[in-house]
């Protein structure tokens, strides 16, 4: 198992920026996919971004391509997602999630992950 702890959240007018931090408990430079999700208040949890673990491919969700971007950084354990642009409805917890991938075969399907952080919490101001 992998401890996430996200960070970074806050408020913010919307056009704004944040950038969220995920910093593992473990080493996550061989082999693992990482991902952002986030669940607005009343609704499922979401894809938001993944990024494999060789940092060549990354995915996004419509809502957010263009405005949001995930990284990675191997030698600090820790995965970014700078938002951009942001707007009312991007208000949600945001959560990172971690699997082991070496194939590098895992979707954006949130119960392809099996470690999760316990989320940080965006609120963009209208």
């Known amino acids: 198992q992998v401890q996430l702890v996200e960070s970074g959240g806050g408020l913010v007018q919307a056009g704004g920026s944040l950038r969220l931090s995920c910093t593992a408990s473990?080493?996550?430079?061989?082999?693992?996919?990482m991902a952002w999700f986030r669940q607005a208040p009343g609704k499922e949890r979401d894809f938001v971004a993944t990024?494999?673990?060789?940092?060549?491919?990354?995915y996004y969700a419509d809502s957010v391509k263009g405005r949001f971007t995930i990284s990675r950084d191997n030698a600090k354990n820790t995965v970014y997602l700078q938002m951009n642009s942001l707007k009312p409805e991007d208000t949600a917890n945001y959560y990172c999630a971690a699997r082991f991938d070496p194939l590098e075969r895992v979707g954006s399907r949130e119960e392809e992950f099996d470690n999760w952080g316990q989320g940080t919490q965006v609120t963009v101001s209208s």
């Open positions: 990024i494999r673990w060789s940092s060549t491919n990354t």
């Open positions: 473990a080493r996550i430079f061989n082999g693992y996919t």
